[in-house]
């Protein structure tokens, strides 16, 4: 029962003591101080706050980084290619509806297993890399155990790292309860698996990456208003067993910052070169600049490599300037990765 509702069902109960239940009262019994029905009626009454979808949220351009911009829609050899603004109104609204709900916000993190590898499911399937993964295809390596919380202590799923949630509380010294913001559903899982942010953060920032159309936003919030700083193309993540792999759709929280992303040599631990100024949002996806590879070290800006198709190991390759303008003004604990495709 809502809370009109039992406002409705209080005054007729104030009504039905106020009049009595004797029909027999005489002529002046159909006379009812109203009163108390008066001063309960001025009663406020708390205001459900609606849920908002793309269609409340307003975009507006204010581009802060102009180079290499983007058009709405722009050919792609044959084709055209589009931002998709729909989507990314939708994910934004997503964000602003868990930002009005409140509460302490806390990020999944287990970046190279350093938090311990996650247990092996039940029923898991191994992918194309040969790597164990659960019915929603998140792979148990880098992954966050998310168990029921039902006591049972049943492995349900796994979660990325970088997703963000929604910190509950704690069912025990060791189990620490979540609620899903990059994903539906309330889960269990041991502490050391959760950054926790509390309850003053604010996310005002948004980096948008479409897998699609090889292309990147930046937003941030000002007012009622969401201001579009950047239109970029972009080369995410192809899915090319057994080293590289695609970026992964979703919601997910900008956790560390390196100025040079040193990589290495597949198959190898040797290192092959540097990301410029690179920003990790899950695993080892980070959004950064053209890569450097050894022996030459020198920035390179641009590659015509750029928002025609995937061909990263799961990062974001932008031009290095762009990157750069990322890098400085995606503050972590308040930049949000919205990847669509």
């Not at 409140?102 to 399937?125: C, H, K, M, Q």
């Not at 949630?165 to 899903?180: C, F, H, N, P, Y």
């Amino acid at each position: 029962m809502n809370t009109r509702h039992l406002f409705t069902l209080f005054i007729s109960m104030v009504t039905f003591f106020q009049t009595g239940c004797n029909p027999g009262r005489g002529a002046d019994s159909n006379s009812v101080d109203t009163t108390a029905v008066k001063e309960v009626s001025t009663i406020a009454l708390p205001e459900e706050r609606r849920v908002l979808t793309e269609d409340d949220i307003s975009l507006k351009k204010a581009l802060q980084y102009t180079q290499y911009t983007l058009d709405d829609q722009y050919p792609y050899q044959d084709t055209v290619r589009h931002f998709q603004w729909g989507k990314i109104k939708a994910g934004i609204a997503h964000l602003e509806n868990a930002v009005a709900e409140g509460g302490n916000w806390g990020v999944l993190s287990n970046y190279r297993n350093l938090n311990r590898e996650a247990p092996t499911i039940e029923d898991f399937v191994r992918n194309d890399y040969g790597r164990v993964s659960d019915q929603y295809g998140v792979e148990r390596y880098q992954s966050v155990p998310l168990f029921s919380t039902h006591g049972d202590t049943t492995l349900v799923r796994y979660g990325r790292d970088g997703w963000l949630v929604k910190v509950l509380g704690s069912d025990t010294t060791e189990m620490i309860r979540i609620a899903g913001v990059s994903l539906e559903g309330e889960y269990l899982l041991p502490k050391r698996y959760l950054i926790s942010w509390g309850d003053s953060i604010r996310f005002n920032k948004v980096i948008a990456v479409d897998v699609t159309n090889q292309n990147i936003a930046t937003l941030e919030k000002s007012g009622d208003e969401w201001h579009i700083l950047s239109m970029n193309p972009a080369t995410t993540g192809l899915h090319k067993p057994p080293h590289a792999h695609e970026t992964p759709t979703g919601f997910f929280a900008i956790q560390e910052k390196k100025e040079k992303m040193y990589y290495v040599k597949d198959g190898t631990s040797v290192i092959a070169g540097y990301a410029p100024y690179a920003s990790r949002f899950t695993n080892g996806a980070y959004v950064h600049g053209v890569p450097v590879q050894y022996p030459n070290e020198k920035i390179i800006e641009y590659s015509s490599s750029l928002g025609t198709t995937p061909r990263s190991h799961m990062c974001v390759r932008n031009a290095s300037s762009h990157a750069k303008f990322v890098y400085d003004w995606g503050a972590i604990g308040q930049t949000i990765v919205i990847v669509i495709d």
